[in-house]
């Protein structure tokens, strides 16, 4: 190999290799939403074979303590 030959190998090497470091992390990427997306359809899948919950006989209004503190909440005064 003469001089020339030898550059211009060296020149593609560094081509090649900035290339790779450009498209790196976008391959890292994809893998890790691709992992990301195999995870969500797996838990999806086992929450569908799982049977219904029952729903509670308990009433869903807030209790008397939850009113106090939503009113304590939205009454605080700003001192000047």
Do not use: H
Not at 14 to 19: E, H, P
């Amino acid at each position: 190999m003469d001089t020339n030959q030898t550059q211009t190998l060296i020149a593609m090497i560094f081509v090649l290799g900035t290339l790779a470091l450009l498209v790196l992390p976008s391959v890292i990427g994809l893998a890790r939403e691709r992992r990301i997306d195999r995870q969500i359809r797996e838990a999806q899948e086992a929450r569908e074979s799982e049977p219904a919950q029952k729903s509670s006989s308990r009433s869903t209004v807030p209790s008397t303590a939850t009113w106090y503190a939503e009113g304590r909440r939205s009454k605080k005064l700003v001192n000047s």
